[in-house]
């Protein structure tokens, strides 16, 4: 038996007709930027996470940058994130000419540890009245804003996060690219900190046709500076007030996502079923205790972007499952604060030790909608078959 880790051939057979007429439409248009797709896909994504700004943009990456910007971050400043991430976080705040400044993960969620941050602002960070503004004493940098990602697709503990920030007026940019359709406490992700940050690479929950982003705001204002960031400050054409970027969303990707996310409920529905089947399958193998399942943390609607699990010998695992046929990824193997690119920010592996322990531990299994059951139980009979052996060799 053949399990991809994701198998995008499988979903575009369930929607082929749809995407193709509506490519086609696109086509016959010969209208290519910031026409009706992308109006309509940003009214449509407003009204489904309840928010009044809604902007499409070039990637992911490109929804941070442009938050960011928006929220004055430049040279001097320091933004507050994880190293448990997938590296765009952190390399937005960089090309600002800002510091990343890391704090550790909560093992449970592998999401920003809320009172890590607390600690962090009023230990490590001072008020200086000078500057009006708080500042990491260690770096001088100011802080400007924090940023938590939900990794996987579970939201981080934002009431705490939130507390923590808002004592010192800090905004809070979320990382919801891994996120779109995930609730916390009725909420959606994205929707919760000042300004939030979506992702429509294809391997997403909902994924283009190439590479998309969006963002997201419960601040009209905030989400206007972005709609203007993304397109050179240009206002009215060819009149700039401030210097943006070329970030458009496509017309051909907009109108692919609206298709898709007509399916997005559906898919997310799957993927939670297959993570309680997962769930079930492994309880009954007797492999908890050796390995961790995803712990589903109260108040939050996980919608399972990924199926990660905690496992000793990881690395062998992988080996053994690729031989198995099936596909599996790390997600991620180097902590941002042990690149090498960020060596010149001091740190060492010890200084977060939470994420360098998840990133030695994690494993993701195939979690797509279409994935079957049979699948599902081979991939954890492999799983089985792995740690048996395992055992007896080492007795
Ligand atoms: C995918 C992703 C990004 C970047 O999105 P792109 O569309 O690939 O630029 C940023 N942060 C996280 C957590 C992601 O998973």
Redesign the pocket.
Known sequence: MEVPLLDLKAQYATIREEVRAAVDEVFDSQRFILGPHVAALEAETARMCGVPASVGVA??????LLSLKALGVGPGDGVVTVPY??F??AGTIVNLGARPLFVDIEPAGFNMDPARLSGFLDRDCSWNSALRALVHTATGSRIRAVVP?H?YGQCASMDAILDAAQRYQLPVVE?A??ALGATYREQFAGTIGDVG?F???PS?NLGGAG???LVLSRNKELGEKIRLLRNHGAQPKYYHSMVGFNSRLDEIQAAVLRVKLRHLDAWIEARRQNASGYDAAFRASGLIGRIQIPLALPDRRHIFHQYVIRCPQRNELRVSLQKCGIGTEIYYPVPLHEQECFRCLGHVPEDFPASSEAARQTLALPIYAELTGAQRDYVVGCIAAFYGSYTQRHK
């Open positions: 990637s992911g990456t490109d929804a941070l991430t997938f765009a976080t990602v990794l990382d690219c891994q940050c992702s429509f690479f997403k590479d998309g982003g």
